[in-house]
């Protein structure tokens, strides 16, 4: 499974979907958030490869080109309700 964390991303819970064609770049990741409760969200890495580094892109292999985090309710790619865990964790309305 994929660190996360290591991209600077503080992960509080992973949704490891054998559904997601592509588990090295794309995660379906509860993040913390200092102000507000943890939230679902797709994120989106990018990391440098020889040819990025080649074409002067980047500096080194494995450096984070850029990052993508878009919040989200339910799993893009296998239709999970994210946010039932967290309405069942809380009980209901
Ligand atoms: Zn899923």
Redesign the pocket.
Known sequence: MKNWNEFGVDVAQI?D?D??PRLDSLG?LKLNNEDSEPYWALVSVWVAGSDEVSYGEAGSIGEVISMTEIPIVF?P????DLGSVLAKKHGPI
Do not use: E, S, Y
Request: proline share 0%.
């Open positions: 949704h979907c559904k997601n379906v799993c790619f296998c239709g999970a």
